[in-house]
């Protein structure tokens, strides 16, 4: 069960995902500017293919091709001047000056399930609670791949759910006789990501009448602001570079281009090393998700630990994370899936 809250502040709209009483997730928007093109769906038209780098390069219409492997999963090869039905998984870096990364395969997202027409099969999250009920829970046609997600309770909504996922792909079948570069779904904003992640369990508090509205009944409105001091304390947090650690001692958190570096630094609070290296690693992890940030992660720990086991057994990872190892030197090495600029720099470079 979350508890979301969405605030709006003249132009500045910010929602926060709290779980267990933490904030566990913030994102914003601006209205009036652009929103990302993350999970938009295109018909594109291949421009190039570039074999030595395994590319090809799609206009889907805006200013810069997007990048699209030519190898995914069983799908045929594609040629120059075909038209390809693509999605955004990896927003345009200003920095890096490319354009947007491009998959062929198509994922829809609904609650907790994601519907993969091009990935066939059934498959449960390893945490999901009552996996036997979800074995014979949905009627799962040959041809279609579904993904159950841990946070999923097996009631009549879910069922409804997968409905409204098969018509959507079957909506998206008919428009591929347009003419491309075509946007078929555009991107969500925040307030539709936050409806299509929802569970049935979950709550969503605005205050603002506007977005209650657009939200069809699913947000309570507050006349106070929906955002309370955890809230804030974390949406402020995310401007500074050193966080503290529960009990003591501090995380330094430094974005370059190639990693994102986090030190630790116990500050005179150690007593025991493998205690507090686990404690900071669970609020580094919690960073990680809290920022959205990607890529090489590399956390510098506090004694160059020689076992991962104890330092990590039993805490809870981010999304798209793989925690590689401990090198030689006792840096904790991570690496994961970045799908856009992390938190701060989307900050940075909307609000200046």
Same mark, same amino acid.
């Given at each position: ?68 492997? /030519?190898?995914?999963? +069983? %799908?045929?090869?594609?040629? &120059?001047?075909?038209? !390809? ?5 990896? #927003? *345009? ?110 709550? /969503?508090?605005?205050? +603002? %009448?506007?977005?209650?509205? &657009?939200?069809?009944? !699913? ?5 106070? #602001? *929906? ?115 992390? %938190? ?9």
């Amino acid at each position: 069960m979350a508890d979301i809250y969405y605030t709006v502040s003249s132009d500045l709209h910010r929602m926060a995902r709290l779980e267990g009483g933490e904030v566990i997730e913030i994102d914003f928007e601006i209205q009036g500017k652009p929103i990302s093109l993350l999970s938009g769906i295109y018909l594109g038209r291949i421009v190039e293919i570039q074999r030595p780098l395994r590319a090809a390069f799609v206009d889907i219409g805006e200013e810069k091709l997007g990048m699209l492997p /030519l190898q995914e999963g +069983n %799908l045929p090869q594609v040629n &120059k001047g075909d038209a !390809v039905l693509v999605q955004v998984t990896r #927003t *345009a870096n200003p920095g890096e000056g490319k354009g947007v990364r491009l998959t062929r395969l198509i994922t829809l997202s609904l609650g907790p399930l994601l519907y993969t027409p091009f990935k066939p099969g059934f498959n449960l999250s390893k945490k999901l609670k009552e996996r036997e009920v979800f074995k014979t829970f949905f009627d799962i046609k040959k041809e279609e791949g579904l993904v159950v997600r841990h946070w999923a309770v097996p009631d009549d909504s879910l069922r409804k759910q997968l409905l409204e996922l098969r018509e959507e792909w079957e909506s998206l079948q008919k428009q591929l006789n347009a003419k491309p570069p075509v946007c078929l779904i555009p991107a969500p904003d925040m307030l539709t990501r936050i409806l299509r992640s929802m569970n049935s369990s979950d709550t /969503l508090r605005v205050d +603002n %009448l506007q977005i209650q509205a &657009k939200s069809k009944g !699913v947000a309570t409105y507050s006349k106070e #602001t *929906a955002f309370d001091d955890r809230c804030e304390e974390a949406w402020e947090s995310l401007q500074e570079s050193e966080i503290s650690i529960p009990q003591g001692g501090t995380l330094y958190i430094e974005e370059t281009r190639g990693l994102t570096v986090i030190d630790v630094n116990s500050q005179g609070a150690l007593r025991q090393s493998e205690l507090f290296n686990r404690k900071a690693i669970k609020e580094a992890l919690r960073q990680i998700q809290l920022r959205d940030l990607g890529g090489k992660i590399v956390l510098d720990l506090i004694d160059s630990p020689k076992a991962l086991d104890p330092l990590i057994k039993g805490l809870s990872l981010p999304s798209n994370l793989e925690i590689w190892g401990l090198s030689t030197m006792g840096l904790l090495e991570m690496i994961r899936r970045r799908r856009r600029l992390s %938190l701060p720099q989307r900050l940075n470079l909307q609000l200046n």
